[in-house]
Structures are given as structure tokens and as C-alpha cells.
């Protein structure tokens, strides 16, 4: 893994973010991530708006990690890289998105679930894959087969993952994270409920740190 894909690892939870108004909340969500020691965000292309929220969380806070997900056009890319988008996720896998993301110098993890999703990110060069959505395609139980032929890969689970299972999924050494949108619902962010998205974060990142200490 590079520098910014170990970075994500470390952190373990990368929370995937829809903002219906992102002039207003996106900073301050991005304030309750960082608090809850969650610094780092995908920010999803199925809102309008998402490159807004992506610029106003990289200019306020150059540290955090801000990604973009849901893409699914070269456009996309280049939108969310003028943004400011250190990372670019899709939810499936597409060979020519991917090659171009590698062609302007930008992360991507493309979401693999198949023999044949991964076979193709083995020939492309890739390193880490979303494996999306992961309940829904065969959970932990697959991700460990599929690592069997592919033992090079390390996969970022998103699609059903919670605090009910997310210490299932983190502890597992092929797993480099765990994408979800559990801390930051729409209820949540739509009413300013800051504090609880600290608190969700908080206890994400106890359970990720208790998990791989275990």
C-alpha cells in the first residue's frame, strides 16, 4: 500500500457521505469526523453538490483525507480532482475509469465482488479494492475465499457494515478498512446532530484499535 492508502488503513473507517447541502454541513461534519478521530471522508457523487463539499472540507481542513465515491465517469474525476479529491471510489469495476484515474495520478478503488472483478484489478495493478456492496455479496465469508486465489489484494468492505460487525470485519488482516455510512446518516447530518457523529466515530475507532490489538 502507498502512503495515503496506509494512511486510510490506519484510521480504519472511512465514513461514505451523502450531503443534500453541502454549503451548509460540509464543514461542520467534517469538524465532528475529525473530532471522533475520523479524519477522512468519501463523499458521494449520488448528491449534486458533492465537489462542493469535497472543496469546502480540503480548504478548511488540509489534513483531513477527502475522497470522492460513486464515480461513475471521467468527468467525475476530473471534477472531483479539481475539488481537491485525494482518492476516487466507484461502485463497481470499470477497467477504462480505472486506468484513467491511474493516468491523471489519482487513488482509485474500484468495488470488485467477483473472481473477475479482481482478476482484472490484478492485470490493471491495483493493491486495494472496495469489495461493495459486501453484505449483499457474501460478507466476510467471501472476502476470505476470494483472498485465497488473490492474496495480494487488501479490500475496503462497504454495504452493511455497522458497529454490530465492524470489529468482525477490521480484525480480518486481509481488511484495510471499513466504509459506511452508520455515523453519518441523513438524519444525523440533516439535523445538525454533530455530537452524535463524534460519538459514532469515537466508538468506531475503539473498536477498530481493540480488534487489532486482540
Known amino acids: 500500500?502507498?502512503?495515503?492508502?496506509?494512511?486510510?488503513?490506519?484510521?480504519?473507517?472511512?465514513?461514505?457521505i451523502k450531503l443534500n447541502h453541502p454549503e451548509r454541513d460540509a464543514v461542520p461534519l467534517a469538524q465532528a469526523l475529525i473530532a471522533g478521530g475520523v479524519p477522512v471522508a468519501e463523499v458521494t457523487f449520488r448528491a449534486a453538490g458533492a465537489a462542493v463539499a469535497i472543496q469546502a472540507m480540503r480548504t478548511n481542513f488540509p489534513d483531513m483525507l477527502v475522497g470522492a465515491g460513486t464515480v461513475l465517469t471521467t468527468a467525475q474525476v476530473d471534477e472531483a480532482m479539481a475539488a481537491g479529491a485525494q482518492f476516487i471510489v466507484t461502485p463497481g469495476m470499470d477497467p477504462d475509469l480505472v486506468a484513467y484515474c491511474q493516468k491523471v495520478g489519482i487513488d482509485v478503488f474500484p468495488g470488485c465482488t467477483t473472481p473477475t472483478d479482481y482478476h482484472t484489478a490484478y492485470k490493471l495493478g491495483l493493491e486495494v479494492l472496495k469489495f461493495f456492496p459486501a453484505e449483499q455479496s457474501g460478507g466476510l465469508a467471501k472476502i476470505k475465499a476470494m483472498s485465497a486465489p488473490f492474496p495480494m489484494f487488501k479490500v475496503m468492505p462497504t454495504g452493511g457494515i455497522s458497529l454490530k460487525n465492524l470489529a468482525d470485519y477490521i480484525k480480518n488482516p486481509v481488511i484495510a478498512a471499513c466504509g459506511g455510512s452508520y455515523m453519518v446518516t441523513a438524519d444525523l447530518i440533516d439535523n445538525g446532530k454533530w455530537e452524535e457523529i463524534t460519538a459514532l466515530c469515537r466508538q468506531s475507532v475503539e473498536i477498530v484499535k481493540a480488534a487489532r490489538n486482540g
Open 1 to 16: 500500500m502507498n502512503a495515503l492508502q496506509t494512511r486510510i488503513s490506519g484510521i480504519g473507517v472511512v465514513p461514505v
